[in-house]
């Protein structure tokens, strides 16, 4: 059973031809009003742009019926209902973001591959950037399209979506809400089944504000100490694969008496443990796991079946380096269900005032392994009505470099497994692939390449 996916191979030689760049716009009138984020909304950590990429087989059913036309009338009717995608954002006093809901519309590329689907695959690289269009400036937050999107038609019928959205208007679930509404247009609803709601303004900071937390995720940097930045330079990346014997191998090593953690969590700290002790830093460095955990339950009244907007906690777990490198597994696992464990709604009202009195922070990066689950967004669901893809996952981490992505992923055989993608510079990475095939090994498990 393979773990690391091989990446050595000739990449594919992709040769993709994009007509010119479309605006689509609301299918009907939609509101001219402006519409404020929320304090998670706006935060330095979510001004960014999330890439998106889904694969799709031909079906019988739609022969005869273009990809393209099929989701770029599904998007017009779709922003009908979710209609601040077609604005664009301003910035108001103390850099409050606002949607200026203009109805200017997404750009929408139309575009031909020379591949077919079986071309692709995790051991296949590509060029991505070819499949992921992107227009001069749209990395600028203000004034940019919210959303950009991209269908490839492929030799055999199949195709390719993906997309680029700005994550200050909605976060991972919120961005599938959207995309599956898409789908269902595609599929002939006239009404999402799960109407849009936006609620920002509960979102908001408290006057005065209150921080009852500490909120070391939001550290800031002492930028005099330079050696303890994380060094985006040099990276490589590995693609592991771990299946149901995987998981069995690590849980091998979490002692009898811990039992409150999941496989998340198993993971998460079983990388960063091997990772920590790849890096090759100090005993008395610490270091930092930091993961996203979905608050949309914690807030009494619950926010709205359809809210969109982001609700993620970014809790972070505080080590230093010996602690993690002399403990076992165990160690970690009882630090992530500590720190997992004080996310309620005061926890997240008090993010909120520090975020606003703070300036509106990013995440504190140094030695920070971020991680992100994105195994159960429902991304896998959507379904434009030529079925579900058979990949659809995150299409880069350019913009967050260090993070490791979870993605459900089936392999050759069909054993449901989990993708997870992770950069570190050469020489650590050899010691982190050893670290974590002697994790694996302790019940004889091969690693092979695939």
Partial sequence: MALIMEQTITPLALKVTR?????????????????MLSDLDDQGGFRLHMAGIMFFKAHPTMEGKDPVKVIKGALAKALVFYYPFAGRLVEGTNRKLIVDCTGEGVPFIEAEANASLD?????????????LYDIPGNHEMIG??????????????????????????SDGLGTTQFMNA??????????????????????IARDPPRITFDHPEYDQPDTTNHHQANSHTGLVQQCLLFGATHLAALRSHVPPHINQYSTFDLLSGSLWRC?????GLKPEDEVRLLFAVNARN????????????????LPVVCAKVKDIC????????????????????????????????????????????????????????????WGKPVYAGPASNEAIPDASFF????????????????????EAMEVFLKELQEMLQVQSIPISLS
Avoid at 149 to 160: A, P, S
Avoid at 275 to 279: E, I, N, P, S
Avoid at 407 to 426: A, D, F, H, Q, R
């Fill in 298 to 313: 914690k807030f009494e009244p619950p926010l709205g079946k359809g809210y969109y907007g982001n609700t993620c906690a």
């Fill in 407 to 426: 993605i459900s992923y089936k392999n050759k055989e069909g054993e449901s497994m989990t993708m997870v993608t992770i950069s570190l510079p050469s």
């Fill in 19 to 35: 007509a010119m760049s479309d605006i689509v716009c609301p299918a009907e009138p939609t509101p001219r009003e402006q519409k």
């Fill in 144 to 169: 940019a399209p919210l959303l950009i999107l991209q269908v490839t038609r492929l030799k055999c019928g199949g195709f390719i979506v993906s997309l680029r959205v700005n994550h200050a208007i």
């Fill in 326 to 385: 002399e403990n076992d597994i165990g160690y970690v696992l009882e630090l992530i269900r500590k720190t997992k464990g004080k996310i309620n709604e005061e926890y997240m009202r008090s993010s909120m005032d520090l975020l606003v009195t703070k300036d509106r922070p990013d995440y504190y990066k140094n030695q920070t392994y971020a991680v992100s689950d994105l195994r159960h967004l429902g991304f896998t669901d959507v379904d434009f009505g």
């Fill in 119 to 131: 071309d692709f695959g995790p051991d296949n690289p590509f060029p991505l950037e070819d499949l």
């Fill in 275 to 279: 990772r920590t002790k790849a890096l």
């Fill in 182 to 203: 898409v789908g269902e247009m595609g599929r002939g609803f006239t009404t999402p089944s799960i109407l849009p709601v936006w609620e920002r303004e509960r979102l």
